[in-house]
């Protein structure tokens, strides 16, 4: 099993930055494949970011390209996420995801065994 747990989310104007952060326990971190998605309200949950096990493979939605970038912390067993430019349309809950066995980037829900709990992140104009 792996736990997942979020924090950095809040509120900021548009043209802000939020950094989220992602602490993982309960397995080898560096043989987990990670990811972030999002969650709008009366949407569907959407891919952001991934990272593969070394972290130097990325993948990032055409949305969130140029702003946002993934990154993680071995040390730390932390995956963080650190978003610059925000706009309104980035408001959602973000979700941390991990998968174990396989080495890659990943962009669909179902790839991912490991969720985090959500951290909200609000973008106002």
């Known amino acids: 099993q792996v736990q997942l747990v979020e924090s950095g989310g809040g509120s900021v104007q548009a043209g802000g930055s939020l950094r989220l952060s992602c602490a993982a326990s309960g397995r080898a971190f560096s043989r987990l494949s990670m990811g972030w998605f999002r969650q709008a309200p009366g949407k569907e949950r959407e891919f952001v970011s991934a990272i593969n096990w070394s972290g130097d493979r990325t993948d990032y939605s055409d949305s969130v390209k140029g702003r946002f970038t993934i990154s993680r912390d071995y040390a730390k067993t932390t995956l963080t996420l650190q978003m610059n430019s925000l706009k309104p349309d980035d408001t959602a809950v973000y979700y941390c995801?991990?998968?174990?066995?396989?080495?890659?980037?990943?962009?669909?829900?179902?790839?991912?065994?490991?969720w985090g709990q959500g951290t909200q992140v609000t973008v106002s104009s």
């Open positions: 995801v991990a998968r174990g066995n396989f080495d890659g980037t990943y962009r669909s829900p179902t790839e991912f065994s490991y």
